[in-house]
Protein backbone atom coordinates (compact mmCIF):
# COMPACT_ATOMS: atom_id res chain seq x y z
CA UNK A 1 0.00 0.00 0.00
CA UNK A 2 1.58 3.24 -0.79
CA UNK A 3 -1.54 5.72 -1.45
CA UNK A 4 -3.68 6.79 -4.10
CA UNK A 5 -2.29 4.91 -7.03
CA UNK A 6 -3.31 1.51 -5.31
CA UNK A 7 -7.14 2.41 -5.08
CA UNK A 8 -9.24 1.07 -7.53
CA UNK A 9 -12.65 3.42 -8.10
CA UNK A 10 -15.55 3.10 -10.13
CA UNK A 11 -17.68 6.51 -10.52
CA UNK A 12 -21.48 6.38 -9.89
CA UNK A 13 -22.79 6.81 -13.65
CA UNK A 14 -25.90 8.97 -11.75
CA UNK A 15 -25.64 11.29 -9.06
CA UNK A 16 -28.64 10.99 -6.51
CA UNK A 17 -27.98 14.72 -5.70
CA UNK A 18 -29.60 15.84 -8.46
CA UNK A 19 -32.75 14.72 -7.18
CA UNK A 20 -32.86 16.42 -3.75
CA UNK A 21 -31.81 19.43 -1.47
CA UNK A 22 -28.88 19.34 1.43
CA UNK A 23 -31.01 21.93 3.42
CA UNK A 24 -32.47 20.95 6.31
CA UNK A 25 -32.02 17.01 5.93
CA UNK A 26 -32.77 14.52 8.80
CA UNK A 27 -29.56 12.77 9.97
CA UNK A 28 -28.49 9.27 8.64
CA UNK A 29 -31.52 8.57 6.09
CA UNK A 30 -29.26 9.54 3.34
CA UNK A 31 -26.03 8.76 1.81
CA UNK A 32 -23.94 9.96 -0.81
CA UNK A 33 -23.18 7.99 -4.24
CA UNK A 34 -19.28 6.40 -2.96
CA UNK A 35 -18.69 3.90 -0.24
CA UNK A 36 -15.17 2.81 0.30
CA UNK A 37 -15.14 -1.29 0.54
CA UNK A 38 -12.02 -2.95 1.78
CA UNK A 39 -11.49 -6.57 2.13
CA UNK A 40 -9.01 -8.26 4.69
CA UNK A 41 -8.49 -11.70 4.06
CA UNK A 42 -5.66 -14.62 4.92
CA UNK A 43 -3.99 -11.80 7.28
CA UNK A 44 -3.76 -9.19 4.68
CA UNK A 45 -5.51 -5.92 3.17
CA UNK A 46 -6.89 -6.37 -0.45
CA UNK A 47 -6.53 -3.09 -2.93
CA UNK A 48 -9.38 -0.51 -1.94
CA UNK A 49 -12.51 0.21 -3.59
CA UNK A 50 -14.41 2.83 -3.76
CA UNK A 51 -17.63 1.86 -5.50
CA UNK A 52 -20.95 3.61 -6.11
CA UNK A 53 -23.05 3.15 -3.56
CA UNK A 54 -24.73 -0.21 -3.02
CA UNK A 55 -26.27 -2.64 -1.12
CA UNK A 56 -23.82 -5.70 0.02
CA UNK A 57 -24.55 -9.54 -0.79
CA UNK A 58 -23.58 -11.27 2.48
CA UNK A 59 -23.86 -15.27 3.56
CA UNK A 60 -26.70 -15.37 6.00
CA UNK A 61 -23.49 -17.00 8.21
CA UNK A 62 -21.17 -14.09 8.62
CA UNK A 63 -19.78 -14.19 11.42
CA UNK A 64 -20.67 -10.35 12.76
CA UNK A 65 -24.49 -11.03 12.51
CA UNK A 66 -24.22 -14.02 15.01
CA UNK A 67 -21.33 -12.67 17.55
CA UNK A 68 -21.18 -9.23 17.00
CA UNK A 69 -17.40 -8.48 16.09
CA UNK A 70 -18.43 -4.68 14.82
CA UNK A 71 -16.86 -1.67 15.39
CA UNK A 72 -17.46 1.77 14.25
CA UNK A 73 -16.85 5.42 14.23
CA UNK A 74 -18.56 8.92 13.77
CA UNK A 75 -16.76 11.95 11.76
CA UNK A 76 -17.62 15.22 10.79
CA UNK A 77 -16.72 16.93 7.80
CA UNK A 78 -17.65 21.01 6.99
CA UNK A 79 -17.88 23.37 4.52
CA UNK A 80 -16.54 26.91 5.60
CA UNK A 81 -18.61 30.50 4.07
CA UNK A 82 -15.74 30.06 1.27
CA UNK A 83 -16.80 26.55 0.37
CA UNK A 84 -13.38 24.89 1.64
CA UNK A 85 -14.18 21.74 3.18
CA UNK A 86 -12.50 20.08 6.34
CA UNK A 87 -12.82 17.36 8.56
CA UNK A 88 -12.74 17.48 12.73
CA UNK A 89 -9.92 15.71 13.70
CA UNK A 90 -10.36 12.30 11.82
CA UNK A 91 -6.29 10.92 13.35
CA UNK A 92 -8.06 10.96 16.44
CA UNK A 93 -11.10 8.70 15.19
CA UNK A 94 -8.45 6.77 13.08
CA UNK A 95 -6.53 5.75 16.59
CA UNK A 96 -9.72 4.58 18.50
CA UNK A 97 -11.35 2.77 15.71
CA UNK A 98 -7.91 0.63 16.00
CA UNK A 99 -8.00 0.38 19.98
CA UNK A 100 -11.66 -0.39 19.13
CA UNK A 101 -10.84 -2.99 16.91
CA UNK A 102 -7.46 -4.97 19.18
CA UNK A 103 -10.41 -5.15 21.62
CA UNK A 104 -12.61 -6.55 19.60
CA UNK A 105 -9.80 -9.04 18.34
CA UNK A 106 -9.89 -7.59 14.92
CA UNK A 107 -7.04 -6.76 12.58
CA UNK A 108 -5.51 -2.76 12.53
CA UNK A 109 -6.89 -1.02 9.69
CA UNK A 110 -3.60 0.55 7.98
CA UNK A 111 -3.71 4.66 8.50
CA UNK A 112 -2.93 4.70 4.52
CA UNK A 113 -6.68 2.90 3.66
CA UNK A 114 -8.19 4.62 6.86
CA UNK A 115 -7.57 7.90 6.13
CA UNK A 116 -6.22 7.69 2.45
CA UNK A 117 -9.70 6.28 1.68
CA UNK A 118 -11.67 8.82 3.93
CA UNK A 119 -9.71 11.66 2.16
CA UNK A 120 -10.26 10.37 -1.21
CA UNK A 121 -14.00 9.23 -0.55
CA UNK A 122 -15.14 12.68 0.41
CA UNK A 123 -13.28 14.45 -2.39
CA UNK A 124 -15.00 12.41 -4.98
CA UNK A 125 -18.08 13.08 -2.83
CA UNK A 126 -17.69 16.52 -1.93
CA UNK A 127 -20.80 17.87 -3.16
CA UNK A 128 -22.51 16.20 -0.53
CA UNK A 129 -21.20 18.27 2.13
CA UNK A 130 -23.94 20.76 2.19
CA UNK A 131 -22.47 24.38 2.28
CA UNK A 132 -24.87 25.83 5.29
CA UNK A 133 -23.95 26.92 9.22
CA UNK A 134 -24.85 24.03 11.21
CA UNK A 135 -24.83 21.35 8.36
CA UNK A 136 -22.17 18.75 7.94
CA UNK A 137 -21.35 15.21 6.23
CA UNK A 138 -21.59 12.91 8.58
CA UNK A 139 -18.52 10.03 7.95
CA UNK A 140 -18.96 6.42 9.05
CA UNK A 141 -16.40 4.06 8.81
CA UNK A 142 -16.80 0.22 10.16
CA UNK A 143 -15.49 -3.00 9.94
CA UNK A 144 -17.30 -6.25 10.82
CA UNK A 145 -16.48 -9.76 10.20
CA UNK A 146 -17.36 -11.52 7.46
CA UNK A 147 -16.37 -15.51 7.78
CA UNK A 148 -19.10 -17.62 6.57
CA UNK A 149 -18.87 -19.74 8.82
CA UNK A 150 -20.90 -20.41 12.42
CA UNK A 151 -18.50 -21.06 15.21
CA UNK A 152 -16.75 -18.48 18.22
CA UNK A 153 -13.78 -17.71 17.42
CA UNK A 154 -12.18 -14.59 15.87
CA UNK A 155 -12.56 -14.60 12.11
CA UNK A 156 -10.26 -14.33 9.26
CA UNK A 157 -11.93 -12.33 7.01
CA UNK A 158 -13.23 -8.80 8.06
CA UNK A 159 -14.71 -5.69 5.72
CA UNK A 160 -13.90 -2.42 6.54
CA UNK A 161 -16.07 0.25 5.00
CA UNK A 162 -16.88 4.05 5.10
CA UNK A 163 -20.01 5.62 3.88
CA UNK A 164 -21.16 9.49 3.96
CA UNK A 165 -24.86 11.17 4.89
CA UNK A 166 -25.19 14.73 4.96
CA UNK A 167 -26.94 15.80 8.00
CA UNK A 168 -27.96 19.06 9.52
CA UNK A 169 -28.96 21.24 11.10
CA UNK A 170 -29.03 19.45 14.37
CA UNK A 171 -30.82 21.13 17.08
CA UNK A 172 -30.27 19.73 20.82
CA UNK A 173 -33.29 20.37 23.52
CA UNK A 174 -31.83 20.81 26.90
CA UNK A 175 -32.67 17.16 28.22
CA UNK A 176 -34.29 15.48 31.01
CA UNK A 177 -31.82 12.81 32.42
CA UNK A 178 -32.70 9.50 34.26
CA UNK A 179 -30.19 8.75 36.85
CA UNK A 180 -29.79 4.35 36.03
CA UNK A 181 -29.68 2.73 38.93
CA UNK A 182 -31.10 -0.56 36.93
CA UNK A 183 -28.94 -1.68 33.61
CA UNK A 184 -25.25 -0.98 33.24
CA UNK A 185 -23.13 0.13 29.67
CA UNK A 186 -20.23 -0.89 30.56
CA UNK A 187 -18.09 -2.55 33.41
CA UNK A 188 -14.37 -2.73 34.65
CA UNK A 189 -12.45 -5.50 32.22
CA UNK A 190 -15.44 -4.97 29.81
CA UNK A 191 -15.52 -2.87 26.28
CA UNK A 192 -17.15 0.36 27.25
CA UNK A 193 -13.87 2.09 25.50
CA UNK A 194 -14.41 0.77 22.64
CA UNK A 195 -17.07 1.95 20.30
CA UNK A 196 -18.14 -1.49 19.64
CA UNK A 197 -21.70 -2.35 18.01
CA UNK A 198 -22.61 -4.40 21.15
CA UNK A 199 -22.69 -1.11 23.40
CA UNK A 200 -25.58 0.08 21.47
CA UNK A 201 -27.79 -2.67 21.35
CA UNK A 202 -27.42 -3.45 24.80
CA UNK A 203 -28.18 -0.05 25.93
CA UNK A 204 -31.73 0.67 24.08
CA UNK A 205 -33.56 -0.84 27.19
CA UNK A 206 -32.73 1.34 28.93
CA UNK A 207 -32.85 4.19 27.12
CA UNK A 208 -36.49 2.98 26.20
CA UNK A 209 -37.44 2.46 29.91
CA UNK A 210 -36.65 6.08 30.85
CA UNK A 211 -38.60 7.44 27.77
CA UNK A 212 -41.54 5.58 29.11
CA UNK A 213 -41.06 7.45 32.38
CA UNK A 214 -41.02 10.62 30.46
CA UNK A 215 -36.85 11.39 30.13
CA UNK A 216 -34.47 11.70 26.94
CA UNK A 217 -31.71 9.41 28.34
CA UNK A 218 -30.41 7.71 31.07
CA UNK A 219 -27.21 8.79 33.06
CA UNK A 220 -25.28 5.75 33.11
CA UNK A 221 -23.40 4.86 36.55
CA UNK A 222 -21.20 2.55 37.92
CA UNK A 223 -21.52 -1.45 37.60
CA UNK A 224 -20.33 -2.27 40.76
CA UNK A 225 -21.82 0.24 43.14
CA UNK A 226 -24.11 2.68 41.20
CA UNK A 227 -22.21 5.65 42.51
CA UNK A 228 -20.11 6.94 40.05
CA UNK A 229 -21.50 8.68 37.06
CA UNK A 230 -20.31 7.11 33.47
CA UNK A 231 -22.06 8.55 30.59
CA UNK A 232 -25.03 10.68 29.09
CA UNK A 233 -26.56 8.19 26.84
CA UNK A 234 -23.91 7.90 24.02
CA UNK A 235 -22.60 11.12 25.08
CA UNK A 236 -19.73 11.88 27.61
CA UNK A 237 -20.65 14.31 30.54
CA UNK A 238 -19.54 16.73 32.16
CA UNK A 239 -20.36 18.83 35.59
CA UNK A 240 -19.29 22.46 36.55
CA UNK A 241 -18.92 22.81 40.18
CA UNK A 242 -17.71 25.85 41.24
CA UNK A 243 -14.94 26.89 38.74
CA UNK A 244 -14.07 23.59 37.60
CA UNK A 245 -15.27 21.44 35.49
CA UNK A 246 -15.34 17.71 36.15
CA UNK A 247 -15.55 14.72 33.90
CA UNK A 248 -15.19 10.74 34.61
CA UNK A 249 -11.73 9.99 34.28
CA UNK A 250 -10.70 6.92 31.39
CA UNK A 251 -8.52 4.85 33.63
CA UNK A 252 -12.02 2.47 34.45
CA UNK A 253 -11.87 1.62 31.23
CA UNK A 254 -15.77 2.14 30.99
CA UNK A 255 -15.66 6.06 29.32
CA UNK A 256 -15.37 6.30 25.64
CA UNK A 257 -12.52 8.63 25.44
CA UNK A 258 -14.79 10.98 22.81
CA UNK A 259 -13.08 13.15 20.25
CA UNK A 260 -15.45 15.94 21.41
CA UNK A 261 -14.90 15.14 25.50
CA UNK A 262 -11.01 15.87 24.38
CA UNK A 263 -11.84 19.31 22.70
CA UNK A 264 -14.37 20.48 25.39
CA UNK A 265 -11.55 19.80 28.19
CA UNK A 266 -8.89 22.20 25.85
CA UNK A 267 -11.54 24.56 25.46
CA UNK A 268 -12.95 25.37 28.95
CA UNK A 269 -9.01 25.67 30.22
CA UNK A 270 -8.52 28.15 27.12
CA UNK A 271 -11.48 29.67 28.66
CA UNK A 272 -9.40 29.50 32.28
CA UNK A 273 -11.75 26.44 34.24
CA UNK A 274 -9.84 24.48 36.31
CA UNK A 275 -10.79 19.97 34.45
CA UNK A 276 -10.78 17.56 36.50
CA UNK A 277 -10.79 13.57 35.04
CA UNK A 278 -11.52 11.48 38.03
CA UNK A 279 -14.44 9.89 39.80
CA UNK A 280 -17.54 11.57 40.34
CA UNK A 281 -20.31 9.99 42.59
CA UNK A 282 -24.00 11.09 42.59
CA UNK A 283 -23.28 12.30 46.16
CA UNK A 284 -21.03 14.93 45.92
CA UNK A 285 -23.33 16.35 42.67
CA UNK A 286 -26.24 16.48 44.70
CA UNK A 287 -24.14 18.21 48.04
CA UNK A 288 -23.11 20.71 45.14
CA UNK A 289 -26.51 21.40 43.97
CA UNK A 290 -27.99 21.78 47.40
CA UNK A 291 -25.51 24.32 48.17
CA UNK A 292 -26.03 26.34 44.86
CA UNK A 293 -22.68 25.23 43.19
CA UNK A 294 -23.63 23.14 40.84
CA UNK A 295 -23.75 25.70 37.66
CA UNK A 296 -24.01 23.48 34.22
CA UNK A 297 -24.24 20.16 32.93
CA UNK A 298 -24.06 18.97 29.88
CA UNK A 299 -23.05 16.07 27.21
CA UNK A 300 -20.36 16.15 24.45
CA UNK A 301 -20.25 14.43 21.58
CA UNK A 302 -20.26 14.33 17.63
CA UNK A 303 -24.03 14.60 16.53
CA UNK A 304 -24.73 17.50 19.01
CA UNK A 305 -21.67 18.98 19.97
CA UNK A 306 -22.94 20.03 23.18
CA UNK A 307 -26.35 19.03 25.05
CA UNK A 308 -27.35 20.85 27.99
CA UNK A 309 -28.96 18.82 30.84
CA UNK A 310 -32.18 20.72 32.13
CA UNK A 311 -33.15 17.96 35.07
CA UNK A 312 -31.11 14.98 36.53
CA UNK A 313 -33.54 12.56 38.59
CA UNK A 314 -31.64 10.41 41.20
CA UNK A 315 -33.90 8.35 43.21
CA UNK A 316 -36.72 11.14 44.72
CA UNK A 317 -34.27 13.80 44.63
CA UNK A 318 -34.92 15.90 41.53
CA UNK A 319 -32.36 18.54 39.88
CA UNK A 320 -33.01 20.98 37.67
CA UNK A 321 -31.34 23.85 35.94
CA UNK A 322 -32.09 27.43 34.01
CA UNK A 323 -30.20 26.19 30.80
CA UNK A 324 -31.14 29.69 29.54
CA UNK A 325 -29.17 31.39 32.22
CA UNK A 326 -25.49 29.67 31.20
CA UNK A 327 -22.47 31.05 29.86
CA UNK A 328 -19.75 27.90 29.80
CA UNK A 329 -21.59 25.67 27.66
CA UNK A 330 -22.85 28.16 25.13
CA UNK A 331 -19.10 29.88 24.80
CA UNK A 332 -17.39 26.01 24.23
CA UNK A 333 -20.23 25.14 21.09
CA UNK A 334 -19.46 28.68 19.93
CA UNK A 335 -15.39 28.27 19.86
CA UNK A 336 -16.27 24.65 18.58
CA UNK A 337 -18.56 25.10 16.06
CA UNK A 338 -16.36 28.58 15.39
CA UNK A 339 -13.22 26.55 14.26
CA UNK A 340 -15.11 23.81 12.51
CA UNK A 341 -17.15 26.22 9.94
CA UNK A 342 -13.72 28.35 9.38
CA UNK A 343 -15.43 31.00 11.78
CA UNK A 344 -12.59 31.39 14.28
CA UNK A 345 -8.41 30.50 14.03
CA UNK A 346 -7.47 27.11 13.91
CA UNK A 347 -5.05 27.60 16.89
CA UNK A 348 -5.25 23.61 18.22
CA UNK A 349 -4.73 22.10 14.44
CA UNK A 350 -8.03 20.21 14.18
CA UNK A 351 -9.26 21.26 10.69
CA UNK A 352 -8.11 18.49 8.35
CA UNK A 353 -8.25 20.05 4.51
CA UNK A 354 -9.60 18.02 1.92
C1 LIG B 1 -19.11 8.02 20.18
C2 LIG B 1 -19.39 8.06 21.64
C3 LIG B 1 -19.16 9.22 22.41
C4 LIG B 1 -18.73 10.54 21.82
O1 LIG B 1 -17.52 10.49 21.14
P1 LIG B 1 -17.15 11.65 20.12
O2 LIG B 1 -15.82 11.25 19.58
O3 LIG B 1 -17.10 12.92 20.88
O4 LIG B 1 -18.23 11.68 19.10
C5 LIG B 1 -19.38 9.16 23.78
N1 LIG B 1 -19.83 8.04 24.37
C6 LIG B 1 -20.09 6.91 23.66
C7 LIG B 1 -20.57 5.71 24.37
C8 LIG B 1 -19.87 6.90 22.28
O5 LIG B 1 -20.13 5.78 21.59
Redesign the pocket.
Known sequence: MTGVADFNIIKAGHSKLNDFSLENIQFGKYFSDHMLEVDYENGQWKTPQILPYQPLQLDPSVAALHYGQAIFE?IKAYKDAAGNASVFRPY??FR?FNISAERMQMPAVPEEIFMEGLRLLIEIDSNWIPPFHNHALYIRPFMFSSDEAIGVRPSDKYKFMIILSPTGPYYAHPMRIYVEEKYV?AVEGGY?FA?AAG??GGSLLASAEAHKKGYDQVLWMDAFEHKYVQ?CG???VFFIIGNTAITPGLETGT???????DSTIVLLKDMGYQVEERALSIDEIMAAYEVGNLKEVFG????ATISSIKELKYKDYVMKFDVEKWTIAPEVKRRMDGIKYGLEPDVHGWLYKI
Open positions: GDNRRGKNYETMNILEGVTRTGTA
